[in-house]
Nanobody, 124 residues
Framework: QVQLVESGGGLVQAGGSARLSCAAS????????MGWFRQAPGKEREFVGRINRSGANTYYADSVKGRFTISRDNAKNTVYLQMNSLKPEDTAVYSCAARLSVIITTIPNEYDYWGQGTQVTVSS
């Protein structure tokens, strides 16, 4: 069974940084595009960004563009989300997701596998 396990969440002060990791197992990691999503209490799941299979191309939501960076290490079956200049409105549960198709999508239901999520709380 495919597993995606996020780590690196926690409490961060506004203006600070955090780095999330998502370790994948039981799938051919380099064959999957990887996405990051977040969900705040009482809100729908929101697309954060996405990286293609090789890591050469990324795509971000406007709300995080210029502050967040997604990267991946296919040798380690891991994708990362570097978050800088964090704001209280970035507080959410962050989840990674894997998608076999190369077509870019921001729709959660179009991703094939999901991690359980990790909480990021940004204090003001």
């Amino acid at each position: 069974q495919v597993q995606l396990v996020e780590s690196g969440g926690g409490l961060v002060q506004a203006g600070g940084s955090a780095r999330l990791s998502c370790a994948a197992s039981r799938l051919t990691f380099s064959s999957y595009a990887m996405g990051w999503f977040r969900q705040a209490p009482g809100k729908e799941r929101e697309f954060v960004g996405r990286i293609n299979r090789s890591g050469a191309n990324t795509y971000y939501a406007d709300s995080v563009k210029g502050r967040f960076t997604i990267s991946r290490d296919n040798a380690k079956n891991t994708v990362y989300l570097q978050m800088n200049s964090l704001k209280p409105e970035d507080t959410a549960v962050y989840s990674c997701a894997a998608r076999l198709s190369v077509i870019i999508t921001t729709i959660p239901n179009e991703y094939d596998y999901w991690g359980q999520g990790t909480q990021v709380t940004v204090s003001s």
